[in-house]
C-alpha cells in the first residue's frame, strides 16, 4: 500500500489509542406499589355485594375446605389424637368452614351459623342459610368449627391475627376465661 492510501484510510477511521469505558445510565422503571389501604376501602375491594350473598353460591367452597382439612390432617379417622387435628385446624385457613357461635358476651351472637367467608384481625363475615352477612367480633367469643363429627372449639380473645398472621404463629396452651 502506498503511503498516500494509507492516511485516507486513517483519516475514515478513528484510531482508538485508549479504552474508555462509558457506563450507560439504566432507566430505573418506576414499580408500581399497588392500593393503599386506604384506597381499597374507597374503590372497596373486599366488600360483597349483596345479590352475592347467597349461601348456594358458597357451598361449594365450603366442600372444598372439608376436602382441605381431610387433606391437611391426613384422612380424619377417629383414632386421630384430637389435639394434633387441633393444633393443625388452629393454623388452617378458615375462609369456607361452617362455623357457629357458640357463647358470647351479646347475647345476639350466639346460635349464628353459617360459611366463613371473610376474616380479618378483629372480626369473622360470616354468610348464614337465610342469605344474610353477619359481622361477628372476634373478642369475648366462642366459635365451633365441625368437621366430619370432630367439634372444635375456637376462642376468638385468642385468635385475634390476620390468618396469614396465623399460619406462622406458634399457639401456646394457656388457660382460658370463661364467658
Same mark, same amino acid.
Given at each position: ?29 418506576? $414499580? +408500581? /406499589?399497588?392500593? *393503599? ?7 372497596? %375491594?373486599?366488600?360483597? !355485594? ?52 357458640? $357463647? +358470647? /358476651?351479646?347475647? *345476639? ?7 366463613? %367467608?371473610?376474616?380479618? !384481625? ?58
Amino acid at each position: 500500500m502506498s503511503e498516500q492510501t494509507r492516511e485516507n484510510q486513517l483519516r475514515r477511521k478513528a484510531v482508538v489509542l485508549e479504552y474508555s469505558t462509558r457506563r450507560k445510565q439504566k432507566e430505573k422503571k418506576k $414499580k +408500581s /406499589k399497588g392500593l *393503599s389501604a386506604r384506597q381499597r376501602r374507597e374503590l372497596r %375491594l373486599f366488600d360483597i !355485594k349483596p345479590e352475592q350473598q347467597r349461601y348456594s353460591l358458597f357451598l361449594p367452597l365450603h366442600e372444598l375446605w372439608k376436602q382441605y382439612i381431610r387433606d391437611l390432617c391426613g384422612g380424619l379417622k377417629p383414632d386421630t389424637q384430637p389435639q394434633m387435628i387441633q393444633a393443625k385446624l388452629l393454623k388452617a385457613d378458615l375462609h369456607g368452614a361452617l362455623v357457629s357461635v357458640t $357463647k +358470647s /358476651k351479646c347475647p *345476639s351472637y350466639v346460635g349464628v351459623t353459617g360459611i366463613l %367467608l371473610q376474616e380479618t !384481625k378483629h372480626v369473622f363475615k360470616i354468610l348464614t342459610k337465610e342469605d344474610r352477612l353477619k359481622v361477628v367480633p372476634k373478642l369475648n367469643c366462642v366459635f365451633t368449627v365441625e368437621i366430619d363429627g370432630f367439634i372444635s372449639y375456637i376462642y376468638g380473645s385468642k385468635f385475634r391475627l390476620r390468618s396469614s398472621e396465623r399460619s406462622a404463629k406458634k399457639f401456646k396452651a394457656k388457660g382460658t376465661v370463661d364467658l
